[in-house]
């Protein structure tokens, strides 16, 4: 029998092994991308930004330039990439930490100005990079390094919902929230993200997407644990789905 | 070309827009407003791109990511402001990206003062970023000197890939004063930048990264002397200094931008009262200009720095002396400008005649 290659690796991600733990949901993140990347005929002229997180290496991994910016600041550099070559896909790769709580200016000022760039939001509810401190979207009663007892409201507040919250700015144009915890929704995902790199093509200005993910090491977790715990605890907090569309406003 | 009357933040920006600035990206902060307030309208025309950022933060960043896009690159700030762009531009010295940055300095500490200061020289020539890096700082002191080294600044930022720094006093920003914009300034030959990641990976046919992360040891080592190497050059091309009636002085004074304009009618002074003294003044402020120092007479037993702080450019010059010569100090802070008599009054007290 002839071999058949039935599954090969997407052009949209270069050849550096990922950095990522077993189990870690970044991984089928930047997969995604990079099959839209390709899919959409954008890899060509994509800039992609790394922020500080666990995917800070992801300059390293998306098959396109790349530009790694300091913590919390890669909407602010995307504004600037975008402005100067407004051809050029911009988008930026942000954990929760980088982007609800250290960048919550930038991404809330590069939404409101309508920027036209695409936002990939990974939230995992956890600073995983430094090794599991609370996050502004760790969740009540989550034991983190910094809430050993559990995130009481009391002294930390509610968890942030950062895509509710961005529906709230009037410049923004596309706001998803996805998960990639099994098949059917990594589809989704997927197609969430061609939406979004859309809206930019068709320069209709900021789009994000939003992922629920996993990190099955600082929640100290099986990784099929983590899958089942960001089902049952995170996205009943965060709930996925459409947030705002505003080319269907503008239709 | 005629020269026209122009205020000094104006001025700077239009010399930015000559000098090739394709983009600008700032913040409102006093006495530099006039910066922005001037290229929000006229950019467009020449069309180029202007945004008003919603912090220093932001604006340092979206400049970091225009200038890895392959832009000439302007932003301004006073004090307070530059104080929140080091981490920015240790990213872009790091990543080793060029990009001017007006810095029209303000009293200080803290909230300080919307006066005019020196008090930002350490600031500005060992910044505050992290890491070992170096930001080429000019001192200028007549706004001409200024807008002209503003329209060289691109290509100088452009040559080292690295930030340059104009750092002006408050005055030099807000007084008026004719100034020609399109007279003759050197113009170096640039190589192509091959290496900006701008979206163009396709054509190219390869990808490119901006990048100031280095997580093996030996790899951040090389990467550093990489560094050093392209500061050492800075020191060996680009000191910058005047040095004014020096040759035959006793006592020369060491004075940079709006002090050194005060100090040369003290030396008019002192001169015709028989106090052979000069003036030796630093435009570069990093590097700062040692070789100047060299060039100064047997004669110069003294050397007076004056200043609007208390004394830091004053430890550079403590430095290049080497217990040479004595040295003394003469500063005024708080958005003060020294006056003439005063300074004058100062020197008189050290070569040991009466204040008149
Ligand atoms: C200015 C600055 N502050 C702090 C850090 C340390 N730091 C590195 S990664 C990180 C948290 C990242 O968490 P998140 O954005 O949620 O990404 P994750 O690792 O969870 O994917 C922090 C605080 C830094 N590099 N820079
Ligand atoms: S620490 Fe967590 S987020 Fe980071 S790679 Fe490991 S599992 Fe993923
Ligand atoms: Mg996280």
Redesign the pocket.
């Known amino acids: 029998m002839k071999a058949q290659t039935i599954y090969k690796p997407t052009e949209g991600l270069t050849e550096r092994q990922l ?9 089928i993140i930047h997969k995604l991308i990079g099959e839209v990347l390709v899919e959409q005929g954008l890899l060509d002229t994509a800039v992609g930004i790394a922020s500080v ?3 800070v290496m992801s300059y390293e991994f998306f098959n396109c330039d790349t530009q790694q910016a300091a913590h919390g600041r890669a909407p602010a550099v995307a504004t600037g990439i975008k402005r100067v070559n407004p051809e050029a896909t911009v988008f930026t790769y942000q ?1 929760d930490g980088d982007l609800a709580s250290i960048g919550l200016a930038e991404i809330v000022h590069s939404a409101h100005r309508g920027e036209n760039i695409t936002v990939i939001f ?1 939230n ?1 509810a ?1 600073y ?2 430094t ?2 401190q609370m996050a502004p979207t760790t969740l009540i009663g989550q034991k983190t390094t910094t809430s050993p007892r559990g995130r009481e409201q009391a002294e930390a507040g509610l968890p942030l919902r950062m895509s509710e919250m961005l529906a709230t700015v009037p410049g923004a144009t596309y706001l998803e929230r996805v998960s990639v915890h099994d098949p059917k929704h990594i589809r989704k995902a997927k197609k969430a993200l061609q939406k979004a790199f859309d809206v930019q093509t068709k320069k209709q200005g900021f789009s994000m997407i939003e992922f629920i ?7 100290g977790m099986t990784p099929q644990d ?1 899958l089942n715990w960001a089902v049952d605890q995170m996205i009943p907090y965060y709930p996925l789905g459409l947030f705002k569309d505003a080319t269907k406003e503008e239709n | 070309m005629a020269k026209v009357l122009m205020k000094g933040n104006e001025a700077m920006a239009l010399a930015a827009i000559k000098g090739g600035c394709d983009a600008f990206f700032g913040y409102p902060i006093t006495p530099q407003n006039e910066v922005p307030e001037y290229l929000s309208y006229h950019m467009k025309e020449y069309g180029r791109v202007f945004v008003q950022a919603e912090s220093e933060v932001a604006a340092i960043n979206m400049v970091y990511g225009a200038a890895g896009a392959g832009a000439r690159v302007l932003t301004s700030s006073s004090s307070p402001g530059i104080a929140l762009k080091q981490e920015g531009i240790s990213y872009m010295a790091g990543s080793q990206l060029p990009a001017v940055i007006i810095n029209v300095m303000r009293g200080g500490p803290g909230l300080g003062s919307i006066q005019p200061s020196q008090g930002d020289y350490n600031q500005v020539t060992r910044g505050g970023g992290n890491g070992d890096y170096h930001v080429l700082s000019f001192g200028p002191e007549t706004l001409q000197e200024t807008v002209d080294l503003v329209r060289q600044a691109f290509d100088i930022a452009d040559y080292y890939r690295n930030p340059v720094m104009i750092a002006v006093d408050g005055l030099i920003g807000q007084m008026m004063e004719p100034v020609d914009l399109d007279n003759e300034i050197p113009k170096m030959d640039l190589p192509p930048k091959d290496w900006a990641a701008n979206g163009k990976s396709g054509e190219r046919g390869k990808r490119n990264t901006i990048v100031s992360l280095h997580l093996d040891t030996q790899g951040l080592e090389g990467h550093n002397l990489a560094l050093k190497k392209k500061y050492d050059e800075m020191v060996e091309k680009e000191q910058r200094y005047e040095m004014i009636q020096t040759d035959d002085a006793d006592i020369v004074i060491v004075a940079y931008g709006t002090v050194a304009r005060v100090v040369r009618s003290v030396i008019e002074t002192l001169r015709e009262e028989g106090i052979k003294v000069g003036l030796l003044r630093p435009i570069t402020l990093w590097p700062f200009p040692e070789k100047a120092f060299e060039k100064l007479p047997e004669s110069a037993k003294m050397l007076l720095t004056v200043e609007m702080s208390l004394g830091q450019m004053h430890q550079d010059v403590r430095m290049v002396n080497e217990g040479k010569r004595k040295l003394a100090f003469y500063g005024r802070a708080g958005g003060i400008v020294p006056e003439a008599d005063e300074i004058a009054d100062e020197v008189r007290k050290l070569v040991g005649g009466s204040p008149a």
């Open positions: 950095t990522y733990c077993p189990g870690c949901t970044h991984g997180g666990c995917s954990g990974v995992n956890i995983g990079m090794g599991g993910s996993t990190c099955p090491v600082n929640w983590s």
